[in-house]
Nanobody
Framework: QVQLVESGGGLVQPGGSLRLSCTTS????????IGWFRQAPGKEREGVSC????????HYADSVKGRFTISRDNANNTVSLQMNSLKPEDTAVYYC??????????????????WGQGTQVTVAS
């Protein structure tokens, strides 16, 4: 079964950290760009961080640069998003998405072949 499953969301205080994981199945992760997107209530979906399939080139939204780090482990079919120094404005549902033979530009285009169901991240005291 082809799917993406996000995990690792939850409630964290401002300044805290979370690590999100996107576990893939049913396809070869090596050939897919992976992106993390988020959507807060009443706001448009935003490309947070994306990584290409070919050379692991990355893209980060300006709002998360220096705080978030994306990484991939093709052998274990997982892409992670380490989120540090979290802020209340990071609160959103976070989704991972896959694009076959894509690159980090999927963060800008939002075009993907597969989407996960999302995981809630809430940053509040």
């Amino acid at each position: 079964q082809v799917q993406l499953v996000e995990s690792g969301g939850g409630l964290v205080q401002p300044g805290g950290s979370l690590r999100l994981s996107c576990t893939t199945s049913g396809f070869t992760l090596d050939y897919y760009a992976i992106g993390w997107f988020r959507q807060a209530p009443g706001k448009e979906r935003e490309g947070v961080s994306c990584i290409s399939y070919r050379d692991d080139s990355t893209h980060y939204a300006d709002s998360v640069k220096g705080r978030f780090t994306i990484s991939r482990d093709n052998a274990n079919n997982t892409v992670s998003l380490q989120m540090n120094s979290l802020k209340p404005e990071d609160t959103a549902v976070y989704y991972c998405a896959a694009r076959g033979r894509g690159n980090q530009a999927i963060c800008v285009t939002g075009v993907a072949d597969l989407w996960g169901q999302g995981t809630q991240v809430t940053v509040a005291s």
